[in-house]
């Protein structure tokens, strides 16, 4: 066969060579069948976006199986034989939709509804295996969501469980039925090089189904095989020194340098590899499935004793990728990686290797050899084959245990990974045999053999000799200094706490120190919950009703549409940015005919083809002081920096290409780059002044004078739908459709780009795949990139950014440093207070947010006493930008830094020195302090930490209350337009605020409901175009909500002013008799209005919220898990409870994921960014968040100075999450009173608080670690 055949939603494909070899499944479901509800973001099987369900025949059990793939890692030549379900064929308006998609619309589990389909896909392909609530629970880290913080979405997926509680089941029963409505169904495209066929039944003619499937690329070639002597026919023929095997091809999400080479053979349907049987060992197949051996491992423990330890395997091996990858990951793919690069963290090795697993390798002439895995990462693997691995039976002698230590939950690189196996004497316990195996030291060590040598023939269970193992293990243990991973040091103390861990869990119960023994069990997370607890007033309905999202089926269908959801246009092309490698100088030469010598590409694009000016933004407006070019041609500012667009056939091959592009500079000066705020400070230039805080007076009662500095970081906004756009030529202007939060940006800016007017750009946005504040200007350099190549080319083009380009250019949350001094009383009240804050604006002053920090830094505080100054500085770093709370989350996270410092000084309660210092008017924190402290049981809870922390060294737990008043300010405006149809009374609204997953569309339409007294079913909400708001401020500041129902108000109020004289001419008239008399009166039915933030009605307010935190940490490793958190919230008289509490939710959970997990690293040589893709930038997954999640709406709150009685809520969250530290700082202080410290003395913690942080700040010495 010259072709590769399979089926999507039922449907035949056939691909062959017209189409590129290296197409992923998830770039031919989308531009060439035209099925956009699968969609991509990280492209490593983090996200979960892509995910597809596939049903074929597994080799290793003979049966048909369905299960979920990433279709961005799977090559489309590689589905053979596959029958692939994609989210459209679950259900959709035309089919109805399915029971999964309904729940986790009606649970409110999608918000910008990016992620969704990923998510229903997920759980689509676990349906059938009737899990239990905790099963389900830990299968899906395989999904990220930044919007929500996963409650909704577990509650959703749990309520699907055998076992599903009675909670769950009643919120089932009380889903109602959706109204949908018919639309045509996807079409699918006929062209040549995708043929479709509707057979319902197909089979794949060939007169042998095994024979090879080739494909000619001209010099590149395809294969698939089905048999081991296929495979070396094709070495004979091809030679072995250009091929790569596939199975399932996931090793490229985890090692970038792997590219596909002019042989690729595909060798996942080779069943002899996918076998497994027992002689005296396990003989694996080398392809099996990591899935599919970790449930060999689990039926395998169960029923053989020499083989239990495979119970330890296969929960560790639960722990590698997550399961759409191990569905078509397999063992020797991981351990090739391991081949290729020594330095790759593999646990299946680690884990093999302990027991001395052995792999037998084929070699041409049907060579067969065996040798152990150390031997085999230095065997010359050019033309050979791993036929399979042999796990040896374990004796009951043996105690085998192993340890992953990550910087999340699941789906994560370890940093450090262990696997300990001795075997002891059971009468004497003494060591017969030990092996100790480590992962992430470095490429050359294995085995801890020093040790290993010293432990034989000892009884480990006593100080002298552990002592004497850890002091061999610190001598040899010598991890390699890599700037993207934790410290050789801390590397090292965590293998060493790993190793204890080890000895704890084994000894006997009679020899240890009962404080001791709960350092030998691992953090177990229980099954999540939450709880949600607020009031509503049906009086008003719709108005306060917590209605389901307007756009939540749809999005869990698939059938929200984005930008890049945009069918596939005739003549469109794709562009992607060439970066600089370079942090200074000037561009040179850019090989542009090299480029253009690959086939397909179009055309390359460097500065000197623009026509307008070199600049994605606008200086004159709001927040925006210079020019940043769209491309760097002199003065190169940061390494990473757009130089050229690549613009090519397909998007993977625009943006390989782009990678590829050689560049040459001039005028580059070998100085290392500025890239922190303290080098950034010894530079004046560098350096401008910001806001200030005057002091009214100072006090005389100064007892203690406490001195620090608070540092945060920058955090990148994650959101799930890349920078994009499509820019169609129209007419004589273009269609631009942005990812955009600010249409007038866009419009503006790429007007002024291409030298056109602004009439001649049109925005239209209908919904964003998450903001954050990360789309108000950043998307527009990629909406200009769009437009000239649209403009030059007058063809429309796609660009979507790759993950790595986002995190490279994009700017992020402003990095911010606190240097305060504050003299206090006895009672800790603050009677002066100096401080200095410092923002990291990135190579540009652009979108400045010093006033924010400023204003917020205050909190709930008396300024009286306060000085404050500001500054911000510029380092050779992309512009910094807008990110959720943008100053505000800084200001406040510093002034409780400082509030927690003082407690510690004086010794106090930190929530008796808060309300000591907190402003005595216009302040509801201390009632809402007393009502939380109530319903959360705070002062139960803190006697039993007390009693835990007393009576266990090795974990401790805290309890903190943390506290947020954030001062709400109307800011620019936002415009509405209101039309009502005579035909049947029906409404549509177009606003200027950008619908990204807040929930603004919803509440819109309900505001807009109740203001004309007519069914929420009678609106809808349409697109945001720049003609109709034109003008308008960008989508930010949490303001939007309430700002477009101001205007909304106001434009039904002119409505109902015009309908006033139709409606007295008749008796009771229904709303649709009414309509239809105005109509027929030829009464303008269209009103628009905008509002300003100068109108009368509007004044700004204050939000406060209360949150208690409780923290159980790991000392050993510096892991930790959030065991419960309460949040209270005023939102005042909220349009959507629902809504709001999803807000709260997701808000909080991005803010725990900055300031414990969330870091960005750099190259302090190059300045180029280390950690630019989801596996090294790690977000919390849904394992990370609370395991306890109770959120509380304040009762009996109305807003007078709000809209209907509203309070905004989208950034409260993420400034109620700081306490996260403190919580964390509390479990570490106890932990360092047990090694001898000071307890109160105040000490230094890195922010984020990773697994490094919180080893460095325990400093616990390797001679505590002791047994009785």
């Not at 002891?424 to 992430?440: D, F, L, M, Q, R």
């Not at 991973?485 to 120190?513: C, D, H, N, V, W």
């Not at 402003?814 to 006895?826: I, K, M, R």
Request: glycine residues 6%.
């Amino acid at each position: 066969m010259t072709c590769v055949e399979f089926t999507v939603n039922g449907q035949k494909c056939t691909v062959n060579n017209l189409l590129h070899r290296d197409t992923s499944l998830s770039a031919y479901i989308r531009y060439f069948l035209g099925l956009p509800g699968t969609k991509a973001m990280c492209r490593q099987g983090v996200c979960g976006a892509c995910i597809v369900n596939v049903s074929a025949r597994r080799h290793t059990t003979g049966e048909i199986e369905t299960f979920s793939v990433n279709s961005c890692l799977v090559l489309v030549f590689s589905c053979h034989g596959w029958d692939i379900t994609t989210v459209e064929a679950i259900g959709s308006r035309g089919l109805g939709y399915s029971e999964f998609q309904k729940r986790i619309a009606a649970f409110h589990g999608t918000q910008c509804g990016f992620c969704t389909p990923g998510w229903v896909m997920q759980m689509q392909s676990l349906l059938p295996k009737n899990l239990m609530m905790i099963e389900l629970e830990n299968s899906f880290g395989s999904n990220t969501c930044r919007c929500t913080g996963y409650r909704s979405i577990f509650d959703t997926i749990k309520s699907f469980a055998v076992d599903a509680s009675p909670e769950l089941c009643q919120q089932v029963d009380d889903i109602e039925e959706l109204a949908t409505c018919i639309k045509d169904r996807t079409r699918i495209c006929n062209r040549k090089c995708s043929e479709t066929n509707s057979e319902d039944d197909w089979t794949v003619l060939s007169a042998d189904p095994e024979a090879v499937i080739t494909v000619h690329f001209g010099d590149k070639i395809f294969f698939k095989v089905f048999r081991e002597d296929q495979i070396f026919q094709l070495f004979n023929s091809y030679g072995v020194d250009n091929y790569l095997f596939i199975d399932g091809n996931t090793g490229r999400a985890v090692v970038h340098e792997i590219e596909y080479p002019a042989v690729v053979i595909d060798i996942s349907a080779v069943s002899s590899l996918k076998q497994y049987h027992f002689d005296q060992n396990l003989v694996l197949g080398a392809n099996i499935s990591l899935e599919e051996c970790l449930e060999i491992f689990k039926k395998t423990a169960a029923t053989m004793d020499d083989f239990k330890y495979l119970e330890e395997f296969a929960k560790h091996l639960d722990l590698v990728a997550q399961i759409p990858v191990r569905n078509i990951g397999s063992l020797a793919g991981n351990l090739m990686l391991k081949h290729i690069k020594p330095s790759y963290r593999s646990d299946v090795f680690v884990l093999f290797e302990a027991v001395g697993a052995t792999v037998t390798i084929r070699g041409a002439g049907n060579f067969l050899v065996s040798m152990s895995l150390p031997d085999f990462l230095k065997y010359d693997m050019r033309g050979k084959l791993i036929l399979n691995f042999e796990l040896p039976p374990q004796g009951p002698n043996h105690i085998i245990r192993s340890y992953k230590v990550m910087p999340r939950s699941q789906n994560a690189l370890a940093i450090v990974n262990a696997a300990f196996n001795i075997k002891i004497n059971p009468s004497t316990s003494v060591i017969e045999k030990a092996t100790i195996v480590y992962g992430n030291i470095s490429a050359a060590f294995i085995h801890a053999t020093q040790t290993e040598k010293y432990l034989k023939g000892k009884n480990v269970f006593s100080n002298n000799v552990l002592q004497g193992a850890i002091s061999r293990l610190n001598t040899e243990l010598v991890p390699v200094d890599d700037p993207a991973e934790p410290t050789p040091a801390i590397r090292k103390k965590m293998a060493i706490g790993l190793f204890y861990k080890f000895i704890l869990s084994i000894a006997p119960i009679s020899i240890l120190k009962p404080i001791y023994q709960s350092g030998g069990t691992p953090l177990t997370r229980p099954l999540s919950s939450g709880k949600q607890d607020f009031q509503t007033d049906s009086s008003l309905y719709p108005l306060n009703q917590p209605v389901q999202k307007l756009e939540a089926i749809i999005q869990s269908s698939g059938e929200a549409r984005y930008v890049n959801d945009i069918p596939p246009l005739p003549k469109e092309v794709f562009g992607a940015f060439v970066l600089s490698t370079v942090h200074n100088g000037d561009v040179d030469v850019v090989d542009v005919e090299g480029a253009l010598d690959i086939p397909d590409v179009i055309a390359v694009y460097t500065a000197k083809d623009i026509p307008g000016v070199n600049s994605f933004t606008f200086p004159g407006f709001q927040l925006q002081k210079e020019d940043e070019e769209v491309l760097a041609d002199t003065n190169i500012k940061y390494y990473g920096q757009p130089v050229a667009i690549v613009v090519a056939t397909s998007e993977e091959l625009a943006t390989s290409v782009a990678r590829k592009v050689k560049v040459t500079y001039k005028n580059v000066t070998n100085v290392a780059p500025v890239l922190t705020i303290n080098k950034a400070k010894l530079d004046k230039k560098r350096v401008i002044s910001g806001d200030t805080m005057e002091p009214k007076g100072r006090g005389t009662n100064v007892r203690k004078v406490i001195k620090g500095v608070f540092e945060v970081g920058a955090q990148y906004h994650y959101y799930l739908e890349p920078l994009s756009c499509v820019t169609i030529p129209v007419d004589n202007g273009f269609e631009v459709h942005d990812v955009t939060q600010w249409m007038d940006l866009t419009q503006g800016a790429v007007s002024r780009f291409l030298n056109i007017s602004e009439s001649d750009v049109h925005v239209k946005v209908r919904r964003l795949g998450g903001g954050f504040g990360g789309k108000i200007s950043r998307n527009v350099q990629v909406a200009c990139a769009s437009a000239l190549v649209a403009k030059t080319l007058d063809r429309p083009c796609r660009f979507i950014l790759p993950l790595d380009t986002n995190l490279t250019i994009a700017g992020r949350r402003l990095p911010c440093q606190c240097e305060y001094e504050v003299g206090v009383d006895n009672d800790g009240k603050i009677q002066y207070l100096n401080a200095s804050l410092t923002e990291d604006d990135g190579f540009s002053h652009n979108e400045n947010v010093l006033s924010y920090v400023v204003s917020s830094f205050a909190n709930c505080y008396n300024t009286d006493y306060f000085s404050v100054k500001s500054f911000a500085v510029t380092t050779d770093l992309p512009s910094n930008t807008f990110a959720r709370a943008p100053g505000t989350l800084e200001g406040i996270a510093s002034i409780e830094n400082i509030m927690e410092h003082i407690a510690v000084a004086v010794n106090k309660d930190p929530t008796d020195v808060r309300l000591a210092n907190m402003v005595k008017e216009e302040n509801d924190l201390p009632t809402l302090i007393n009502t939380l402290k109530a319903s959360a049981e705070y002062e139960r809870r803190s006697q039993e930490i007390k009693l835990f922390n007393k009576n266990n060294r090795w974990r401790k737990k805290s309890i903190q209350i943390s506290v947020m008043l954030f001062p709400v300010i109307y800011y620019g405006n936002y415009t509405a337009m209101v039309s009502i149809y005579r035909g049947d009374g029906s409404v549509t609204v177009t606003t200027g605020g950008i619908e990204m997953g807040q929930g603004v569309n919803t509440k819109a339409a309900q505001v807009c409901a109740y203001e004309l007294g007519i069914p929420l079913e009678k609106v809808t909400i349409i697109p945001n175009y720049s003609f109709v708001a034109a003008n308008n401020i960008f989508s930010g500041s949490s303001i939007v909500s309430e700002s477009v129902c101001f205007s909304i108000i106001k434009a039904c109020n002119t409505l109902k002013e015009r309908l006033k004289p139709i409606k007295d001419q008749m008796i009771n008239p229904t709303w649709e008799e009414l309509i239809k008399k105005a109509g027929d009166e030829l009464i303008d039915l269209t009103a628009t209005y905008m509002m300003t933030d100068k109108e009368p009605e509007l004044q700004g307010y204050n939000v406060f919220a209360v949150t208690i935190l409780e923290v159980e940490l790991d000392v050993l490793t510096g892991k930790f898990q959030i065991s419960r958190a309460d949040i209270l919230e005023d939102v005042g008289l909220s349009a959507n409870p629902k809504i709001d509490v999803g807000q709260v939710e997701g808000a909080y959970v991005q803010g725990l994921s900055y300031f414990t997990s969330e870091k960005l690293i750099f190259d302090k040589t190059t300045g180029q960014l280390l950690t630019s893709d989801a596996l090294s930038y790690e977000v919390y997954l849904a394992k990370d968040i609370p395991v306890d999640f109770r959120v509380n709406l304040r009762y009996n709150s109305n807003n007078p100075k709000g809209v209907l009685g509203s309070k905004a809520v989208g950034e409260m969250g993420i400034c109620s999450s700081h306490g996260i530290i403190y919580a964390l700082r509390q479990c570490i202080r106890e932990s360092r009173i047990d090694s001898g410290y000071d307890a109160n003395q105040w000490f230094d913690m890195d922010l984020p608080l990773t697994t490094e942080s919180i080893l460095k700040a325990l400093n616990v010495k390797n001679f505590e670690f002791i047994l009785y």
